[in-house]
Every structure is written in C-alpha cells, then in structure tokens.
C-alpha cells in the first residue's frame, strides 16, 4: 500500500522543482528580458561559437522546430545574427553579436549548472538512484518525447 504521506512528500518536492524553474525564469526575464532557453541557446553559442539551429537545438536538448522561435526571439533582440554561410540559401549559421556575447558572459548560470554542481558532490549510487527514479516518474507522466523549453 502506497504511503499517503510519501506521496504528498513526492508531489509538494516537484512542486518546489517547478517553482523554483519558473523562479529563475521570472528572474531571468526581468533583469536580462530572456528566457531560460533564449539563454541556454546564448551560452551554447558563446562555448562553440557560430552553429547551424540544428546544433544548437542537440546542444540545449529541444526539437530543431522549437529552436526557430528562440531563434527568432533572440535575433528580434539583437542578440544573435543569422549568417547565410554557403551557395544553397536554405543553410545558415547563428552567432552572438555583440550583445549577446556580453549577456552570454554576464548572465547567471542555467538552473542546471546548480544541479550539476550538487551532483557533482554526490557518490556515484545515488546519482543512478536519482536517475532510475527520474526515469520512472516520466514514464508515469508519459512526457518521454516532450520538447523541453
């Protein structure tokens, strides 16, 4: 029998995981005006350089559909420029312009690098128990193929 306790204690830690998401995003918006993907994207480009939407969108973990829109958004801002690299119009590259390298530098890390940081600083079991159970609660809410933004 599933303890009632147990699953209110599951149910109010993913309720403080998403507030405090939306938190950072909040945050984000008002004193930089991105996104919390906008700036995942900024910081790909600023760690690789110049990419094609499709590595960007490998590198943040979204569906190349979803990276046009942020794409869109941040070139609206001034903060990347799309380059025609090549004969065949339909290839372009992305870059940081100006002001995009200096948000990219001056912004506060993704939420996940906090994650990575206190992962870091766990033993190799409990991350696997952390993972096996992630795994387990998205299979529950059947989101496996959800584009995450």
Not at 8 to 36: C, D, F, G, P
Not at 114 to 143: F, N, Q, W, Y
Request: glycine residues 4%.
């Amino acid at each position: 029998m599933i303890s009632t306790i147990r699953t209110k204690e599951i149910i109010y830690a993913i309720r403080r995981l998403m507030q405090a998401s939306e938190h950072y995003t909040k945050e984000l918006n008002k004193t930089y005006n991105v996104s919390a993907a906008q700036l995942n994207c900024l910081i790909a480009l600023y760690e690789n350089g110049p990419l094609s939407p499709s590595q960007i969108a490998r590198h943040v973990m979204v569906n190349s559909s979803t990276i046009t829109g942020i794409i869109d958004r941040l070139e609206k801002k001034g903060l990347v420029q799309r380059l025609r690299v090549s004969h065949d119009r339909r290839l372009i590259t992305v870059e940081l312009t100006h002001n995009g390298k200096l948000l990219a530098e001056n912004a506060p890390p993704p939420i996940q690098h906090k994650i990575i940081d206190g992962l870091k600083r766990l033993p190799p079991e409990e991350i696997d128990e952390i993972a096996l159970t992630l795994k387990k609660l998205i299979d529950m809410l059947d989101v496996q193929d959800m584009d995450v933004t």
